[in-house]
């Protein structure tokens, strides 16, 4: 055992010099020495030094040319005194070795090279590389300069020892005497823990740490939006389901046939399955007669308007999908205001970068009353996003197919120093909201923002796909901080 001949060792010496040569001469492999002094020393039972040699060894490539010779001397002797045709000397060699050799033989000047013809400079070479090759293979001095010419054509490369030198500790024992760590039932039937000598208690040792769940940067945001629309008296949308018709997600919306949105490239179509079932067939002739001739003091746009198209399935592209379906179920009741919100995750068809995803999360919140007007809309904002700490809002005109008069929403970041934009709002068209059956001096105002956003801006990060999808540091979800909007 490695324990008991460093320890005998030990009592007969006064130092084990060298702890490679010590487990050499007793048969151990070093690696095993040395985890058994590194126990020792660590209960000082001896004193441990460390020893660090380090050493030129010979690569792969190297050991070869030691063996059979450098390439350009390969290349010097297979060139017979008369010279050889160029193509018959590249036949005589390997290929690595005809490219090396050549360009080292010219450099030496042992060969002259022509277009077609190689014939020799000298007619004597010695081959150095070989020779110095085999002196550090034997452990012979070799000068720096030498040294530096093999390194560079990496045929050496440096090796690293590292060992002990080992005297008697203080605790030094001929036996190691394990400590007992518990006092047992055995123990004090016996009556030997009177003899026990018990390992002592570290009481400054840490604990192992304790594993519990974090919650990623989005739920945290997530929860503190959540927590600012409840304050202001909101009630949560449905939006479990992923998935959704075109008529709900787009015809419902007026948003036009004709709409580059709805093509392919922007939004994911299911194939199976490919359509829906189930739509209210009294709504949906109120929704195609606003979309083909118009009603409620608009044109409508004019073309016809295809049952198939609105039929198709896709992957929602905004949660405005869900509240176009509440807004058809409240009109169903006697009307009652009502404050919505929802956050939930929704898909487009884009291309991934910095700054997009092909799903992210999407905030909203709309409030239903009658005789609602810009200005309470421009006043529910500046509540909403004083209370995410954004009290600076500027807006502009924009256009939407479903809302008019249309918002962009501006805040001033105080760390960047400029206007950023944050959301989109506006009040729902007479067109979207009629047909569902809404009284008609209701009005509907509505708002919206990416979660991710945000997100980005409180945490610091500069890339979406940092905080989102695959490529998530699962380290920093335990370190990233507690989310405190607005303080």
């Given at each position: 055992m490695a324990e008991d001949a460093i320890l005998a060792f030990l009592q007969k010496n006064d130092e084990i010099s060298d702890s490679g040569k010590f487990a050499e001469e007793h048969g151990f492999a070093h690696d095993e020495i040395v985890n058994v002094i590194r126990s020792l020393n660590g209960f000082r039972l001896v004193d441990a030094q460390d020893i660090r040699r380090e050493r030129w060894v010979l690569t792969e490539e190297g050991k070869t040319y030691a063996a059979v010779g450098s390439p350009e001397f390969q290349l010097f002797s297979a060139v017979p005194r008369e010279g050889i045709a160029r193509e018959e000397l590249q036949k005589k060699l390997d290929p690595a070795v005809f490219k090396i050799g050549c360009q080292q033989a010219i450099k030496n000047k042992w060969v002259e090279m022509a277009k077609t013809h190689v014939s020799r400079k000298v007619q004597h070479a010695d081959d150095?590389?070989?020779?110095?090759?085999?002196?550090?293979?034997n452990g012979e001095a070799v000068n720096q300069e030498d040294i530096d010419a093999l390194k560079r054509r990496k045929l050496i490369t440096q090796q690293v020892w590292k060992g002990n030198s080992v005297r008697k500790g203080p605790n030094y024992a001929p036996k190691r005497k394990r400590a007992a760590t518990d006092l047992t039932r055995e123990n004090l039937q016996r009556g030997d823990w009177k003899e026990l000598e018990f390992k002592e208690y570290n009481f400054s040792a840490k604990g192992q740490p304790v594993e519990g769940g974090y919650l990623h940067p989005l739920l945290k945001v997530r929860r503190q939006i959540q927590m600012v629309f409840l304050n202001m008296g909101f009630e949560e949308m449905p939006t479990n389901n992923y998935v959704e018709s075109s008529f709900w997600n787009f015809d419902a919306l007026f948003q036009p046939q004709q709409h580059p949105a709805r093509d392919s490239h922007d939004t994911f179509f299911l194939k199976v399955p490919s359509t829906t079932k189930m739509l209210p067939e009294d709504y949906v002739e109120r929704v195609k007669q606003v979309h083909e001739s118009g009603g409620y003091q608009s044109r409508g746009y004019g073309c016809d308007w295809k049952r198939e198209e609105a039929n198709k399935n896709l992957l929602r592209t905004h949660t405005t999908a869900v509240s176009s379906r509440m807004l058809c179920a409240l009109a169903q009741k006697p009307f009652t205001p009502k404050k919505y919100y929802s956050i939930d995750r929704v898909?487009?068809?884009?291309?991934?970068?910095?700054?997009?995803?092909?799903?992210?999360?999407?905030?909203?919140?709309?409030?239903?009353?009658?005789?609602?007007?810009?200005g309470d809309l421009i006043g529910v904002l500046h509540d909403f996003f004083s209370r995410l700490g954004m009290s600076k809002l500027r807006f502009k005109p924009a256009y939407n197919p479903y809302t008019e008069p249309s918002m962009e929403i501006f805040s001033y970041h105080e760390g960047l120093q400029k206007w950023i934009e944050v959301g989109n709002s506006g009040m729902f068209r007479p067109e979207m909201l009629l047909p569902t059956g809404l009284p008609e001096d209701v009005r509907v105002i509505a708002w919206g923002l990416s979660l991710e956003?945000?997100?980005?801006?409180?945490?610091?990060?500069?890339?979406?796909?940092?905080?989102?999808?695959?490529?998530?540091?699962?380290?920093?979800?335990?370190?990233?901080?507690?989310?405190?909007?607005?303080?």
């Open positions: 150095k590389v070989k020779d110095l090759l085999l002196r550090i293979q898909f487009r068809n884009e291309a991934v970068d910095k700054t997009h995803l092909a799903e992210f999360h999407q905030i909203e919140g709309l409030i239903c009353d009658r005789g609602l007007t810009l956003r945000p997100t980005m801006i409180l945490y610091g990060y500069d890339n979406i796909r940092d905080l989102f999808g695959p490529k998530v540091d699962l380290a920093e979800l335990k370190k990233n901080p507690i989310c405190r909007l607005g303080l």
